[in-house]
Nanobody
Framework: QVQLVESGGGLVQAGGSLRLSCAAS????????MGWYRQAPGKQRELVAR???????NYADSAKGRFTISRDNAKNTVYLQMNSLKPEDTAVYYCNADLYVSSGLRSTRYNYWGQGTQVTVSS
């Protein structure tokens, strides 16, 4: 019913920048919030940044001052601009969407995950 397609990961040197994108498509009625999480090897998945439909944002302490989350509501797309990257930012980054899916005359709330995109920061 809904797909989240991520792009923009890759390999970058420490101090460099990357921009991740995540586009949601399908029978979407509305999106409450979208966000980015990451999971490094041997660690739990953690929140990086999240943005609501109204534009309110929250960031992990590790992301504050370096990462910026934004969204294009018309395109159902969320972006994560990552600057001053560090080796400890290396992880698989997952897009997440809290949204309502249309089904006939009803809409149902779901939480979706993207397939993940690898970000590797070399020292």
């Amino acid at each position: 019913q809904v797909q989240l397609v991520e792009s923009g990961g890759g390999l970058v040197q420490a101090g460099g920048s990357l921009r991740l994108s995540c586009a949601a498509s399908g029978t979407i009625f509305s999106i409450n919030a979208m966000g980015w999480y990451r999971q490094a090897p041997g660690k739990q998945r953690e929140l990086v940044a999240r943005i609501t439909s109204g534009g309110s944002t929250n960031y992990a302490d590790s992301a504050k001052g370096r990462f910026t989350i934004s969204r294009d509501n018309a395109k159902n797309t969320v972006y994560l601009q990552m600057n001053s990257l560090k080796p400890e930012d290396t992880a698989v980054y997952y897009c997440n969407a809290d949204l309502y899916v249309s089904s006939g005359l009803r809409s149902t709330r779901y939480n979706y995950w993207g397939q993940g995109t690898q970000v590797t920061v070399s020292s």
